[in-house]
């Protein structure tokens, strides 16, 4: 028997956008660290939801409830600073999105200056240098750090946004659709990078694409209008799901 | 349907077009007609010395006149006092009006806000010839004067609410996803303001700035209830200055100098025109 607290664990999690309706319905799963979980689901069923309230990204609309409990290391997010829970868990957004006015140097720093850290010239460079490796972007743009991110392709831009989440060194990485953008060169790009990324991050991504997550990851939830019907290994998953929603779902017959 | 059913609509598509055209040229003409109007009469006045030198006395132009040489002097007092005020006025009203038109921005359903938000119309559609007089009230009369302070006041009052709304318009039009990124590495919303969408919205916002200098450039009467005038080249910002337009209702009192209205007006209108044209190019070039 181990007893290693998950590093993050939803706990009868549920969502609202109205009164009336909840967006996502008692969701409870335990995330282990350093893996890679792939949320599926067909459309409207609630996977940028549930990924949103992990963040906090619910707390700037005052409309949006979030109810029950979201652990991170043990500790519960919802009572935390939103400042604090998204320093340590970073987010990559579907449509790449660097920030227009920055370099792409003052991209990978921009979580720092807007934390307020100041960090020497010796530090920056070699924070650019290293999150740029770690994305495998460096050798494409050593050249022109000092040229506005948007000049980049959308893989790059996204991979960009990648290391400029994992500058801040996260513990946890969210990621909402991060290659549906993008082209099949960019996607298997980004696919190595997060299968390298996962020793030193947890990550949760959302994906519709069923190879994808077969590809990546280790661990597989499968929604379903709000609710989590399975959740389980991924070869599991995908070989022997347990509900029938989700056999219909993997076969196409539904989403 | 017919032959001549489909004939039908496309004389009324012709007849449609047509008009349009006659009505858009019929709206230029005034507006032609004025430009050509200015530059024939103020044309000839424009020289160096129109630009370096202050307004004459009304006896050295009527002396001028008698001779049949062009009227000396030119209208640098009121160029310099206008710079002055709109300088002091630009340096209040931008920091402020680009705070409160952030603060609008994001607090849509905020009751404080909707209140300014409202106070910001009213402000915009309050005669300017009334801020000149609230502005007497307030400032002239305290400092029992007239002086280019209470001038940039008045100018800074009428500038503000062109400054918070475009402002605050151009933040409302930025994609959600630029402000939840930046607040996604855990930037708090006054840095996330501060360097992610405060810069995102530059464009936008030096538009407006330029539409709003423009916007007060122009202005006479608050002028006269608080700069006054003053017939020569003056730099001190707690006496009694001239500026441009107020030369132009001074020449049109004279007699002896009517005919240096042509040359204010113009200056004027080709420095509205050229910041016009400035922030549209600007505009342009920061939407791409
Ligand atoms: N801002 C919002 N206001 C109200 N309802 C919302 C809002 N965003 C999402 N919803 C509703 O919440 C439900 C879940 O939406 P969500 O975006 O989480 O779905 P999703 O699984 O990410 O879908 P997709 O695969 O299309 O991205 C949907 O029924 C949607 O209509
Ligand atoms: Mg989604």
Redesign the pocket.
Known sequence: MESVTPILEFKKTC?S??KQ?M??KYVSAAIERNTITAIM????????????AVNLMHNL?P??RVDGEILLNGENILAMEPIDVRRRVGMVF?RPAPFPTMSIYDNVLSGFVLNGIKLSKVEKDATVERCLRSVALWDEVKDVLNKKGTFLSGGQQQRLCIARALAMKPDVLLM??PTSALDPIATKHIEELLLELQKEVTILI?T?NMGQAKRISSKSMF?YL?ELVEYGDTETVFSKPSDERTKAYLTGKMG | MTKLKIKNRLAQDRLMLWSVCLFAALTAVPLLAILGEVLLRGYDQLSWSFFTEPTPTAYKAMKAIEAGAPIPGGIANGIIGTMIMLGMAVVVAVPSGILCGAYLAENPKNRFAQVVSYLTDLLQGTPSVIIGIITYIWVVVPMKGYSAIAGSVALCIMMLPLIIRSTEETLKILPASLKEAGLALGGNKARVMMKVQLPAAFGGIFTGVLLAISRVIGETAPLMFTALGCSFIRFAVDKPISAVPLLIWEFFNDPNLQELIWGASLFLLLFVLTLNLLSKYLAKKWNQ
């Open positions: 969502v956008y109205t309706t967006a996502v689901g067909p459309s409207g069923c609630g996977k940028s939801t549930l990924l949103r609309y409309n949006i579907q909402d659709e959302v519709h929604m709000g």
